[in-house]
């Protein structure tokens, strides 16, 4: 069992995801913006984090560069939908550039998630 930072700026896809993540048997926290999730890290042992790239706040590149920085670091699932000033294929391209262990477009298929976590834990940011 893995324990799994969620982080994402819409709350329905964080429930969706805690909901799916919790039975796969994993034990989930929730963040809405990465600013939340490096206070979240720095008191938490996390395995894994599910990072939406673009949220208000504190983005996913931002957040993954601060993590860059952590002596002991999560595996990153980088989730995205684009937005009006990047299309996903930029921003997938750009997640290229850190220490992703997968990309995932949104809308999530959940069994790519699942998949996903699979590959973190037996590979992680390779």
Do not use: W
């Not at 997938?92 to 220490?99: A, H, I, S, T």
């Amino acid at each position: 069992m893995a324990h799994i930072l969620i982080v994402d700026d819409g709350v329905h896809i964080r429930t969706m995801l805690a909901e799916y993540v919790e039975n796969l048997g994993h034990s989930v926290a929730l963040a809405e913006d990465g600013l939340e999730a490096l206070k979240y890290l720095a008191g938490h042992e996390t395995d894994i984090m599910i990072l939406d790239i673009i949220m208000p706040e504190q983005d996913g590149i931002g957040a993954i560069l601060e993590i860059m920085k952590l002596s002991k670091r999560p595996a990153i699932i980088a989730i995205s939908g684009g937005s009006r000033n990047f299309d996903a294929d930029f921003v997938e391209n750009l997640v290229k550039l850190f220490p992703i262990a997968s990309f995932l477009q949104k809308p999530i298929n959940l069994d790519d998630i699942g998949y996903a976590i699979d590959k973190a834990l037996t590979f992680g940011c390779k």
